[in-house]
């Protein structure tokens, strides 16, 4: 069983150490409303943090959250190019969905082909890992 109560508390105290990852699983819990009411505004707040200490997965948490309070990519595109850059595979492939569809960007097949290029050249050799 889970026991969200407890696993807040360690973050909360691994965030009190600057720890970075604590501030993306605080951000998550209460963006998502994960064991804790959900609060957008603590969620953004703690998902920041992390985000600007280069964390991958905090900045693709915050372009969804951002996504989600605002219903389209203007704060949230930002952040998702971070992550991308950062390598993290969502973010590549999000990336590319931006660019293929044309969704609030003009439609851009180079620069698509070239997050998924870069996600392919990032964990193409997982595949083979698992034959």
């Not at 372009?63 to 389209?72: C, E, H, I």
């Not at 390598?87 to 999000?94: D, E, H, K, S």
């Not at 870069?118 to 034959?131: F, P, S």
Request: charged residues 25%; contains cysteine.
């Amino acid at each position: 069983p889970q026991n969200y109560t407890k696993a807040k508390e360690y973050f909360d105290e691994a965030a009190q150490h600057n720890i970075t990852a604590a501030f993306n699983a605080l951000g998550f819990m209460y963006y998502r409303g994960v064991g804790v009411p959900r609060n957008l505004s603590q969620g953004e707040h703690y998902l920041r943090q992390a985000a600007d200490r280069e964390d991958a997965d905090a900045a693709f948490n915050l372009a969804a959250l951002y996504q989600d309070v605002d219903g389209n990519m203007s704060r949230a595109f930002a952040f998702l190019e971070q992550a991308a850059d950062a390598g993290f595979w969502r973010a590549l492939l999000a990336v590319a969905d931006v660019y293929d569809l044309g969704i609030e960007k003009p439609r851009n097949c180079t620069a698509a082909v070239e997050s998924l290029k870069k996600l392919v050249e990032t964990y193409g050799g997982v595949a083979n890992d698992l034959r």
